[in-house]
């Protein structure tokens, strides 16, 4: 498995905290080390630094390399830079043509991609949890982790699952974007709809093939040589993998 971390969005949800040219994910909130600092550690408990990419973009490029150095120099080289900022699809698939470009990875592989702005605890079952989404992704899912809902939050999107199998996970029946509070309180009685994470796991051949019939614009641009796809990313739709 490999794990790409995004750090490039810029945290706008926690201004004035978290600014354009400071955003959340560099933030400090509930400890001494920074949000991002707190994801590399989660990741390490599960990967080595040699299956970890970093993605951000060239505003935040020298924020970014003295952040990971403090925690592992080694994951300093693993730094991968977007051309233009885009969203999480088109960065999603850069990171993946850099997996098999310059990695030589499996398309049958899986890639866990996160965030780099949580705030998770317990380590332990974050660890659980991601083992357990290769497992699923290597059946040909695209797993998606959700959270519990704790309040109709109006900030965030949802997804609606079906009862979960004998396995431990669920099925998603339908993503719902960012809705107004009534339809969250609809959502949080339910007790099935659960916040989207911005987590997910999948082999690169399965999101491949979800962009060849989804996104043909990405998997298009995406099908040129990375040096290709760097030089045309500006032609990237700005659109997130939800």
């Given at each position: 498995?490999?794990?790409?971390?995004?750090?490039?969005?810029?945290?706008?949800?926690?201004?004035?905290?978290?600014?354009?040219?400071?955003?959340?994910?560099?933030?400090?909130?509930?400890?001494?080390?920074?949000?991002?600092?707190?994801?590399?550690?989660?990741?390490?408990?599960?990967?080595?630094?040699?299956?970890?990419?970093?993605?951000?973009?060239?505003?935040?490029?020298?924020?970014?390399?003295?952040?990971?150095?403090?925690?592992?120099?080694t994951l300093s080289e693993r730094i991968f830079l977007e051309p233009v900022r885009r969203n999480t699809a088109p960065a999603?698939?850069?990171?993946?043509?850099?997996?098999?470009?310059?990695?030589?990875?499996?398309?049958?592989?899986?890639?866990?991609?996160?965030?780099?702005?949580?705030?998770?605890?317990?380590?332990?079952?974050?660890?659980?949890?991601?083992?357990?989404?290769?497992?699923?992704?290597?059946?040909?899912?695209?797993?998606?982790?959700?959270?519990?809902?704790?309040?109709?939050?109006?900030?965030?999107?949802?997804?609606?699952?079906?009862?979960?199998?004998?396995?431990?996970?669920?099925?998603?029946?339908?993503?719902?974007?960012?809705?107004?509070?009534?339809?969250?309180?609809?959502?949080?009685?339910?007790?099935?709809?659960?916040?989207?994470?911005?987590?997910?796991?999948?082999?690169?051949?399965?999101?491949?093939?979800?962009?060849?019939?989804?996104?043909?614009?990405?998997?298009?641009?995406?099908?040129?040589?990375?040096?290709?796809?760097?030089?045309?990313?500006?032609?990237?739709?700005?659109?997130?993998?939800?």
């Amino acid at each position: 498995m490999k794990a790409l971390i995004l750090a490039g969005g810029s945290g706008t949800r926690l201004w004035p905290l978290s600014r354009e040219t400071f955003p959340k994910q560099f933030l400090k909130i509930n400890s001494e080390k920074s949000l991002l600092q707190q994801t590399i550690e989660r990741v390490l408990k599960i990967l080595s630094p040699e299956d970890i990419i970093l993605l951000t973009n060239e505003q935040y490029r020298f924020l970014v390399i003295s952040e990971v150095r403090e925690i592992s120099p080694t994951l300093s080289e693993r730094i991968f830079l977007e051309p233009v900022r885009r969203n999480t699809a088109p960065a999603i698939a850069l990171g993946m043509k850099y997996c098999l470009e310059k990695l030589n990875t499996s398309p049958d592989e899986v890639l866990f991609v996160c965030p780099s702005d949580h705030i998770i605890k317990p380590i332990n079952k974050f660890v659980e949890y991601v083992r357990l989404a290769e497992d699923v992704a290597k059946q040909g899912y695209l797993v998606a982790f959700g959270i519990k809902p704790l309040y109709p939050e109006t900030g965030y999107g949802y997804f609606k699952v079906k009862n979960a199998d004998k396995n431990g996970y669920f099925i998603v029946e339908k993503f719902t974007e960012k809705r107004d509070f009534e339809s969250a309180k609809k959502f949080l009685s339910k007790g099935n709809f659960y916040w989207n994470s911005g987590m997910f796991a999948f082999t690169i051949k399965t999101m491949l093939e979800e962009l060849k019939i989804h996104a043909p614009e990405i998997y298009n641009l995406f099908n040129q040589p990375l040096e290709d796809m760097l030089s045309n990313f500006h032609k990237m739709p700005d659109i997130s993998i939800d």
